[in-house]
Nanobody, 116 residues
Framework: EVQLVESGGGLVQPGGSLRLSCAAS????????MSWYRQVPGKERELCAY????????NYDDSVKGRFTISRDNAKNTVYLEMNNLKPEDTAVYYCRTYGLPQTYWGQGTQVTVTS
């Protein structure tokens, strides 16, 4: 059974930092790209960042480019999202997502709230 478990969210002031983690199990993690999405109430889930299976290729949405860094540790079956210089508009539930499996899997999400 594929499982994705996000952690690391929380409450942070503008300009602060957080590091999200997504622990994966139930599939061969190193064979699949992974991504982080985020969603606010009433809006569609939007892609923040993508990382290829070996971490050699990454892509970012313009809204987070230069502030967020996606990385992965295939030995630990974990993908990370380092978020710096956080802004109130980064407030959302953050989800990790799989690629290349017969169906798409999502984690349960972790809340990030940026407020003074």
């Amino acid at each position: 059974e594929v499982q994705l478990v996000e952690s690391g969210g929380g409450l942070v002031q503008p300009g602060g930092s957080l590091r999200l983690s997504c622990a994966a199990s139930g599939f061969t993690f190193s064979r699949h790209g992974m991504s982080w999405y985020r969603q606010v109430p009433g809006k569609e889930r939007e892609l923040c960042a993508y990382i290829s299976q070996f971490g050699t290729s990454t892509n970012y949405d313009d809204s987070v480019k230069g502030r967020f860094t996606i990385s992965r540790d295939n030995a630990k079956n974990t993908v990370y999202l380092e978020m710096n210089n956080l802004k109130p508009e980064d407030t959302a539930v953050y989800y990790c997502r799989t690629y290349g499996l017969p169906q798409t899997y999502w984690g349960q999400g972790t809340q990030v709230t940026v407020t003074s």
